[in-house]
């Protein structure tokens, strides 16, 4: 079993959806990829939490054996979002956001976590992702998210990060807009030229793409007859890929593809519940049967 590092935000969510509302919900960039990830792969988290954390959000990352020996406790409240989802899903609104103790996150990585198989950089500033880089003593392959808030405020900081990583994920608005391209293959492509070895771009209800140096996949979502809550969809996603690589130990193009199904697979389970609600119901046994599953509807 391979081992991950994984750097990002821990949160406390307050979610409404057209189908209820969950307050006090954990939630988190690196909450959602540990949980996911950890199916796979040991996973190891630096983060920060404030003195305010409910203590009852530390069980599922033990129930997950998610090692916390980077995970920080600091004075002041844990980074909060409140959220309200559409009827159309894929559009919300952020109705609060509190940074709080996460605004000052500088992390330090703990000695005995700087030599991970797979790095995963949540969503963070993309200056704070180039420092983190060079604080790891060796790793295998290392990869990246990002948002819009940083495609606009730090665009070159971002650019001059592809070159120091393997993999980026995003979606596809933000492919298009970082790569200033209106068609989502040609921004993949443009994207990977600027020294990468893969974009995976999460297209939400439609599936990935993965722009590999060799060629294109491409699979749609798996069909989910009820979806509750989105949040930390994307995230579940970039744990399901890099979980599996890590445990195969293995990047080559058919280890990309197969990453790809099992991320398209864990982002199906996350939007089944409110939460990680689902995520904490799953085995080995449940990802497996929804990925056979996956291959017989795409059979042909």
Known sequence: ????????????DCVETPFGANEEQLGGS????????SLFAEVNLVGVIGKDFPQQHIEPFRKR????????????????????YFEDLNKRETLDLQLNVF???TPNIPDNLKNPDIVFLANIDPELQADLINQIDSYSLIAADTMDHWIVSKREA??????????LILNDEEAKMLAEEQNVLLAGEKLLAGGLKAVIIKK???GALLVHKE????????????????????????GGCLGYLAQNKSFGLKEMKEAVAYGVVMGSFCVERFGIERLMELGPQDVEGRLRALRDAMSF
């Open 1 to 12: 079993m391979g081992e991950i590092l994984v750097i990002g935000s821990i949160a406390i």
């Open 103 to 105: 605004s000052a996150f």
């Open 158 to 167: 971002l650019l001059k990060l592809l070159g120091k990583i393997d993999i």
């Open 215 to 238: 060629t294109i996949f491409t699979l749609p979502t798996y069909p989910v007859k009820s979806v509750v809550d989105p949040t930390g969809a994307g995230d579940t996603f970039a």
């Open 30 to 37: 690196a909450t959602y990829f540990s949980l996911a990830a």
């Open 65 to 84: 054996n998610v090692n916390l020996s980077g995970l920080e406790v600091r004075e002041g409240k844990t980074f909060r979002w409140k959220g309200k």
């Open 204 to 206: 939400g209800e439609h």
